[in-house]
Structure formats: structure tokens, C-alpha cells
């Protein structure tokens, strides 16, 4: 049956991770001010929120699909914060992992915290354009390039860092190593100072003729592939998972915005009445409106490609129908909120303007607004990377 | 739980209405908006299928399908891809049957369902649209005060489908405080005392061949049995939230067409020695129009699942109206666009879906979900 609705179980989860959301902004403001502050793996209060977990065991089966589930979590999360009061161990690398590894290496790695290093200087949208390249010399694999913008680059134990054994064949040469912080010849060179998520760490990295061991090649596929997408399929295969929950990020922020946006309007007697016609409202409340259906549809799309998920239904073409969505409202929500809050949206006594900031990647990271119905395009026209670029 | 399963029988009445549209409508819609005609062979087709009165209850006459405002914009989307002036005329009688359904009195359910579950299409109404730029079913200029027994209606209606055939009408007014709790709906029979139906019909930029009418209300009197609803009268809020909702789902429909039409043309089309769909600014139209397209009919779902399950629907129903009347406009406007000069002569149903489009979208809506 269509449903939207949660149960009760559902719902008091959601209620607790409001709560949590409001520890977390505590600490937002800190380390939006100190970036050169690695914000602690887990703050003080977190232990206190471990009784969600338990409730989490004990939902039944009644509730959300599992994929579906953890989007609404993700959404009601980022709505408290970018800052978590607990940092889980899992980034890109490890959802790459998760996809393309063997069953061997995920025991291995997996409970480390993994970046994920495709972006390079010369490329970021185009990552089939690669330059850093990987050789076999006996037992150990020699990696050579630069990687940039690493999420958790500094933090993470280990980096998946994404190279070509060979450039002149293009995707199917290119591979995925486990590199560990302690290989030698990884140099972590530099780290960004951004826009907005700052309680994150972004780097960049040089490989110079870094030496890792043979067996840390993702999937252990040395082959390289004339033909079709080889090593770089498992990188498009892990956006499809992630993308939904970089989408649920966006969201999440973008609630934040929202939430503030009519909190503060109802103080001052502003709320939305939903019956009336648009003669009865005024300019702002129509704002409000638009910026809570785009939200809406951003929100509902983003589910749908997790209940597809859920389905065990390939769902290519949802994850960046919802990211293309969620991309679009996490640029056009913030801006609309603070330009329906004016001049003291701005300032640094709340987080709105935070917010904006933060959310802005949404669009880029993962496959920016033009990738995504780069990839929508295809598939609806059924064309190939090379028909339409 | 979030979930976007149909139930089997959705499944199938959604299949059935799809095939119904691809082989019935798509090929007539240029010709009956070029004739202003509505075969009424098609009607009685659609009738027969049971799309605008299955819900009716076996007691009534009826095939007794679950009630589901669901099930209703399965069907208006999967019409409307065929052709939305169609699925409109189709679908009207609706906004006079499930509002007797959801709120009529055994008496009223007794004396009028019957009436509409007969084998051939049989047209009845809802009167909502008032002639003011300002209308507003929150506030309504027709208005009804009691008098003892009776009711007594003053007001003008219009854009009422098929007023000139329609046997009866739901005649909705206001009686109360401004909001949609402070309406009423009415029984009335085309040939009560005091309405006048105005013997030419009305012309519209969109859905042309739809007869609309309009209708005077000079102190019509009706007796309070035909207050829909009896003395409990309705949930005004259900009421028109389940006609937008119906209007949104054609306008999904609409937008769908659009873009599926759309992407044979842009693939097979050359311009500068490669298919237009080759370029980004017409593939990222098309990537578009996909996603607000799906995006659209996900927040109409959500909508009518509010309404099946008896909450209240009203902000749901808002954000998916308002949300479906800009991307609507919008992927009917881009789709005269990819066609270029093609999508402005009459021979493609490109301009024509733009027009449907514009009236649609600004429409409360004449069918309910
Ligand atoms: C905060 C943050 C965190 C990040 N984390 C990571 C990470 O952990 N790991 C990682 O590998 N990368 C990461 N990135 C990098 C991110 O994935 C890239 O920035 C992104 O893919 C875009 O690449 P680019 O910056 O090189 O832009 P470019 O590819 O140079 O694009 C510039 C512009 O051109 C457009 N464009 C490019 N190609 C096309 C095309 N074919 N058609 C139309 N338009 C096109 C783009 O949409 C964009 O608007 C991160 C970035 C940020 C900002």
C-alpha cells in the first residue's frame, strides 16, 4: 500500500534524533569558527543518545524499509548538524569498499575510516581523465600523482585512491588501491579552507612513489578492460548508493533552514494558512510555500530511490533524479530562507547563514547538478558516456 | 511506513486505464480539440471500464471497488497521458459521485448513486469555479442561507463541465465563516427553479472540446435534504482537496506525455550534424522534465494516501498543487520549445498540450480523487 506515513516506533526515533540535533548545534558554531580544529571523533554528550540505538534494535519489522529508514535518520541528523556527536566510522572509501572489495579486504578494512580520492587538479566531473597511475614493480603496487578536495583526508586511517595502470586505455585501466596513512611516499599536502563545512577536513594528497602491497587492489582485478567501464563501473556503482544519502544530507540542511525560517516568522504572527488562495497570501508566505514543496519533492525522491534500493531494484537513474533535486533545493532553499529572513539572517548569532554555507556542496561533491542529468539524459534518451558527454 | 507499492488491483486499474488511453485517446485528442467534439462512444467506453463509478457500492448499483483516492489519480494521470481534456470529461462525473459516496445520506446515496451506475456515461457536475479573478474556495461569492426547510442559493457559477447535459449538479457555497469548513454542498437537478444555464457554452484556451457552462443561482430554493451530508453536511476541506489533488494527477499525466514524446523527436532530429538531444540545453530539458515529472506525481500520492487514510490533507495536498501547477506549465512550455517551430503548428500535440497545460494549472479542478 502507498504509504508516507511512520509508525509510532518511527516517530519516537525521529523525536530522540531531534534531540540529539540540539546538543549538536552547541557545538556547531565552534568549529565552523576553529577549522584548524579537528572537531573530537565524539563529544561528551554523545553516550547519552546511545538509547537510540536501542531503540533502533528494536523496531520491528513494521517501520521503514531499511534503506528508507536510514535516509529519514540521515535527513533528521543533518538537520541538527553537519556536526555529529559521534563521527561513524564509515566515509566514501568505505561505501566503496562495501561495493568492490572482497570479502577478505572488508574484514580487513573495514572498520577503519576510509576517504575516498578520485578529484585531481586536471579533473573532478571528467574522473575517467585521471592522471595518477599505478605500477606493478614485484609484490607492491607504486602509485604517482595527486588527489585533492579528500573528505576526511586528514581524519581517516586509509584512503581509496582511484589510479590508472595504463592512460592511454582510459576506464577500464582504471583501478582502486587501499592506500594506509603510514605508506610510504603518502604526503598529506594541504588542507582547504572552505566555504562551509568546516567541522570537516578536506586534503589534498601527493603520492610519491608510494608503495602499497599487491593484495590492496580493490576486488583484486589486475585485468585491464578494452571494453565497458572495468574497476570505474564500482565507482559509479557506489554512487548509486550514496548519492540518496548525499541528497538526505542536503535535505536535512535545508529542513534546518526551514524550520528556523517559519520559527521565526510565527513569532512575529507570520504562518502559512494552507487553504486559501493566492490572493489571500502574501509574498513571503508564498515563498514559504514554494520552499517547502521543493523540499518536499526533493524529500519524497530521495526516499523513492531508497525504497527502490530497498526493493533490490537497480536505481541508476532515481539516485540522481533525487541528488539532481536535492542539489537543486540545497542551493535555492537556504537563499530563499534567508532572503525571506533579511538582513539579521545573516549575522553569526545563529546558523542559518551556516547553514547556506555548508549546504552549498550538495551540488557539487558526488556529481554536480550537470552530471546528474548528465546521467539522467543518458538514461532516459538511452545514450552511452560517448553519445552524450 | 513509507512505501511506494501499489496494491495488485491498483496495479491492474492502472494497467488497464494505460492501454484504455494509448489506444483510445492519444489518436482522437488532436481531432476532437480541432472539432470541440467529445465522441461519446469513447465516454461510454471509459463508462463501461467503470474509471469514474466503480467505487459505488453493489447496494447502489455499483461494482463496490475499494473507495481510494489513490486508485482515482492512478487513473486521471494514466487518462491524461492519452489526452487531458479527455480524462477531464471523463473523470467529471466523479465530482459528483464520490462526494456523495464519501459524505452522502443513505436517502441521498439511495436516490442518486443508482442514478450512475448504469452502462452509459451519464454526465453530472460539480459547480465550483466562480466568474471573479479573485475566486477563492475559501471564500466563496455564491452563497447559502436557511430559511426554515430550504435553502436558499444566490451566486454564479462557471466552467461547469458538461452543464449542458447534466442531469444534476453539486453545487458548492458558502455557509459559513471563510474556509473551507464553512461550505456546503448542494443537490441540485438541471431543471430546479431559479438556475439558469446558460445555452452557449463556454470557450477556453485549453480543454476546448469540454462543453463548459455557466451557471445562475436567483434564490434557488432547496430543501435540506439535499444538503450533501444531511445535517452533518462535510468535510469541505476533503472535499476540495480531493478535487485538486484528481487536477494535479492530470496535470502529471500531461507533463509525462510531454516528456516521453518528446525524446523520440530530440534523438531523430538534426540540427548542426548531430540530434538535438545531443546537446546539453535540449538533454538537460529532458533530464528535467523526468525528474519533475516523478517528483510531481510523488507528492500527489502522498496527497491522496492523506486523504485514504482520513487525515487531514490539506498542506499535503497545497504543496503538491502548487509544486504540479509550475512544473506543469513549465515541461509544456520547454516541450513546444525541443520542437521548435514544429511545436507551434497545430499538427503536433505540442501547442495543444501547452494550452491544456495552462488551463489545467490554474484550475481548482473539475474531477475528484
Ligand atoms: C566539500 C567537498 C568535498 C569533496 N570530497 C571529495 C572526496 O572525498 N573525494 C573526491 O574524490 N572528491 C571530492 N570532492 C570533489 C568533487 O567531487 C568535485 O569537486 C566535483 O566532482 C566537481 O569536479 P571539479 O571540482 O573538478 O569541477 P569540474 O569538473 O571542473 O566542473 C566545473 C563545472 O563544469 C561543469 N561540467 C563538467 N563537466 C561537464 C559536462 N560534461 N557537461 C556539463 N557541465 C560539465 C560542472 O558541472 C561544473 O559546473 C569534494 C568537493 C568538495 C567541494
Not at chain 1, 565524539?42 to 547519552?48: K, S
Not at chain 1, 582504471?174 to 578536506?202: C, H, Q, W
Not at chain 1, 515563498?287 to 526493493?311: P, S
Request: glycine share 8%; with cysteine; hydrophobic share 40%.
Amino acid at each position: 500500500m502507498v504509504d508516507f506515513s511512520l509508525n509510532e516506533n518511527d516517530k519516537n526515533i525521529i523525536r530522540a534524533l531531534r534531540k540529539q540535533g540540539e546538543v549538536q548545534r552547541k557545538y556547531a558554531r565552534y568549529y565552523d569558527d576553529h577549522e584548524e580544529e579537528l572537531a573530537p571523533d565524539e563529544f561528551p554528550e554523545a553516550a547519552e543518545f546511545d538509547y537510540i540505538k536501542q531503540m533502533e534494535a528494536d523496531r520491528g519489522h513494521d517501520g521503514c524499509t531499511p534503506t528508507v529508514f536510514f535516509l529519514l535518520k540521515t535527513i533528521t541528523e543533518y538537520r541538527g548538524d553537519f556536526l555529529r556527536l559521534r563521527l561513524p566510522p564509515y566515509a566514501l572509501g568505505n561505501a566503496t569498499l562495501a561495493s568492490v572489495g572482497t570479502e577478505e579486504q572488508q574484514k580487513k578494512w573495514g572498520h577503519m575510516l576510509l576517504a575516498m580520492a578520485n578529484t585531481e587538479p586536471g579533473c573532478g566531473s571528467d574522473s575517467k581523465a585521471i592522471e595518477t597511475t599505478a605500477t606493478l614493480d614485484g609484490d607492491e603496487w607504486v602509485l604517482n600523482g595527486e588527489k585533492i578536495f579528500v573528505s576526511h583526508g586528514v581524519r581517516a586511517g586509509g584512503v581509496v585512491v582511484w589510479a590508472t595502470l595504463d592512460k592511454s586505455v582510459g576506464r577500464g585501466a582504471i583501478k582502486a588501491f587501499l592506500v594506509p596513512k603510514y605508506a610510504p611516499g603518502f604526503i598529506l599536502a594541504k588542507e582547504e579552507k572552505k566555504m562551509g563545512n568546516r567541522y570537516s577536513d578536506t586534503a589534498a594528497i601527493v603520492f610519491k612513489d608510494c608503495r602499497i602491497p599487491r593484495e590492496n587492489l580493490l576486488g583484486l582485478d589486475e585485468t585491464i578492460k578494452t571494453k565497458g567501464g572495468g574497476g570505474f563501473k564500482g565507482l559509479m556503482k557506489t554512487f548509486n548508493l550514496t548519492r540518496p544519502f548525499v541528497s538526505a544530507r542536503g535535505i536535512g540542511h535545508v529542513l534546518a533552514c526551514r524550520e528556523f525560517v517559519t520559527d521565526e516568522l510565527k513569532k512575529e504572527g507570520i504562518e502559512i494558512d494552507w487553504e486559501v488562495g493566492q490572493y489571500k497570501r502574501t509574498a513571503v508566505q508564498q515563498k514559504l510555500i514554494e520552499l517547502e514543496a521543493e523540499l518536499e519533492a526533493a524529500t519524497l525522491a530521495t526516499m523513492h530511490a531508497g525504497w527502490l534500493a530497498d526493493k533490490g531494484v537497480y536505481n541508476n537513474l532515481e539516485a540522481s533524479v533525487c541528488k539532481s533535486k536535492a542539489g537543486d533545493i540545497s542551493r535555492k532553499g537556504p537563499q530563499l530562507a534567508l532572503e525571506i529572513l533579511g538582513a539579521s539572517g545573516i549575522t553569526h548569532d545563529q546558523l542559518v547563514e551556516k547553514w547556506f554555507r555548508d549546504t552549498r556542496a550538495t551540488d557539487i561533491y558526488e556529481g554536480t547538478a550537470e552530471i546528474q542529468r548528465l546521467v539522467i539524459a543518458r538514461s532516459i534518451l538511452n545514450y552511452s558516456s560517448q553519445e552524450l558527454k | 511506513m513509507i512505501s511506494f507499492e501499489l496494491s495488485k488491483e491498483q496495479e491492474l486499474v492502472q494497467k488497464t486505464t494505460k492501454e484504455f488511453a494509448a489506444g483510445e485517446l492519444r489518436n482522437i485528442a488532436r481531432d476532437c480539440d480541432e472539432d470541440n467534439k467529445i465522441p461519446q462512444k469513447v465516454l461510454d467506453k471509459a463508462w463501461e471500464l467503470g474509471l469514474a463509478n466503480a467505487a459505488i457500492s453493489e447496494e447502489y448499483g455499483g461494482i463496490g471497488m475499494e473507495r481510494s483516492a489513490l486508485t482515482t489519480v492512478l487513473i486521471c494521470e494514466e487518462l491524461s497521458y492519452g489526452c487531458a481534456t479527455m480524462a477531464s470529461a471523463i473523470m467529471s462525473p466523479s465530482a459528483f459521485i464520490q462526494p456523495l459516496i464519501d459524505f452522502g445520506t443513505e436517502d441521498q446515496k439511495k436516490e442518486y448513486l443508482p442514478l450512475h451506475a448504469g452502462e452509459k456515461f451519464k454526465a453530472a457536475a460539480m459547480a465550483l469555479h466562480e466568474p471573479q479573478f479573485t475566486f477563492d474556495p475559501t471564500d466563496l461569492r455564491t452563497r447559502a442561507e436557511k430559511k426554515g426547510d430550504t435553502w436558499i442559493i444566490n451566486g454564479v457559477k462557471r466552467l461547469v463541465p458538461f452543464g449542458d447535459t447534466a442531469g444534476h449538479f453539486l453545487v458548492i457555497a458558502g455557509t459559513g465563516d471563510a474556509g473551507l469548513c464553512g461550505i456546503d454542498a448542494f443537490i441540485l437537478p438541471r431543471d430546479i427553479g431559479g438556475l439558469t444555464i446558460d445555452s452557449k457554452t463556454e470557450k477556453t484556451m485549453g480543454l476546448k472540446p469540454l462543453p463548459f457552462s455557466r451557471l445562475s443561482l436567483d434564490n434557488v430554493a432547496v430543501p435540506d435534504t439535499n444538503r450533501l451530508g444531511g445535517d452533518e453536511g462535510i468535510d469541505g476541506r476533503a472535499l476540495i482537496n480531493s478535487v485538486r489533488i484528481a487536477n494535479s494527477a492530470i496535470c502529471v499525466g500531461l507533463s509525462k506525455a510531454v516528456g516521453d514524446y518528446a525524446i523520440p523527436y530530440a534523438k531523430e532530429r538534426v540540427a548542426f550534424g548531430e540530434p538535438i538531444a545531443k546537446k546539453q540545453a535540449i538533454a538537460f530539458m529532458l533530464a528535467d522534465m523526468y525528474t519533475e515529472t516523478e517528483c510531481m506525481r510523488w507528492m500527489v500520492w502522498k496527497a491522496a494516501s492523506q486523504l485514504d487514510q482520513k487525515v487531514d490533507a490539506t498542506k499535503a495536498t497545497t504543496l503538491a498543487c502548487h509544486y504540479v501547477n509550475q512544473k506543469t506549465i513549465q515541461i509544456a512550455d520547454n516541450g513546444v520549445q525541443v520542437f521548435g517551430g514544429h511545436g507551434y503548428i497545430r499538427e503536433l500535440p505540442l501547442e495543444m498540450w501547452l494550452r491544456n497545460a495552462r488551463t489545467l494549472s490554474v484550475m481548482e479542478g473539475m474531477v475528484s480523487a
